[in-house]
């Protein structure tokens, strides 16, 4: 599986966009990008996925470059309740779906 | 529907014991996981399953042992409880053949062993 480099924290004032980056240079071209996020030791709640095409629900968005080497997940407009880390993974989507987990980004939103 | 839960929620161990995690999911999802989550770290597999009677190992599967008897059940088991094996358990689940592969977790279960 490709390995995903995220910036281990970033801020973001409260209702401005949170553009979480992040590199997979090595992803392979049946490889998903996949965005989840823990709240405080909360389980893991899903975001998004994406293969090579931009993504939006009503979470987040995910845009995915050209040449697939890295991506970002946006908030649009944050909040307090968003502060949290947020892990990117890549993945091929295989039936067995075993997720490898970096240490993810902590996302800190300020007032 | 209650999602994923587990029991308990916190629990304190002394070495070499044994206890049993509970999970369960009422949602009807084949495909159940473990994981652990030591402080500061992302979460590691530990084991899973793909349906009852049906269960591998994952990235860190030494000292534990997981069974799956029904859809809904899969318990995660720790014998001779060792300090190493302190950490917060998450249970998974995900439908098959989900297309977006959406993982739906429980609380936790936070265990430390002394």
């Known amino acids: 599986d490709a390995k995903t480099t995220q910036p281990p924290s970033m801020d973001c004032a409260e209702g401005r966009a949170a553009n979480l980056p992040c590199n997979h240079s090595t992803i392979s071209g049946n490889e998903y990008v996949y965005w989840y996020r823990q709240i405080h030791s909360q389980g893991p709640q899903y975001i998004i996925h994406?293969?090579?095409?931009?993504e939006t629900n009503e979470m987040a968005s995910l845009i995915i470059t050209e040449d697939r080497k890295s991506s970002t997940l946006i908030l649009p407009h944050a909040t307090l309740r968003d502060t949290a880390v947020y892990y990117c993974?890549?993945?091929?989507?295989?039936?067995?779906?075993?997720?490898?987990w970096g240490a993810g980004t902590k996302l800190i939103i300020k007032p | 529907n209650a999602g994923v839960t587990q029991t308990p929620k916190f629990r304190i161990l002394k070495i070499g014991q044994s206890m049993t995690l509970q999970c369960a999911q009422d949602?009807?999802?084949?495909?159940m996981y473990w994981y652990r989550q030591d402080p500061g770290m992302g979460l590691k597999l530990i084991y899973y399953s793909v349906g009852a009677g049906i269960t591998d190992k994952g990235e860190v599967p030494n000292g534990y042992n997981v069974s799956r008897s029904t859809t809904e059940d899969f318990p995660l088991r720790l014998e001779l409880a060792a300090p190493s094996q302190t950490s917060v358990y998450f249970c998974?689940?995900?439908?098959?053949?989900?297309?977006?592969?959406?993982?739906?977790f429980g609380p936790g279960t936070r265990l430390t062993v002394t």
């Open positions: 998974a689940s995900r439908r098959t053949g989900e297309i977006s592969y959406e993982q739906y």
């Open positions: 949602m009807n999802h084949n495909y």
């Open positions: 993974i890549v993945r091929a989507m295989d039936s067995n779906y075993q997720l490898i």
């Open positions: 994406g293969l090579k095409n931009n």
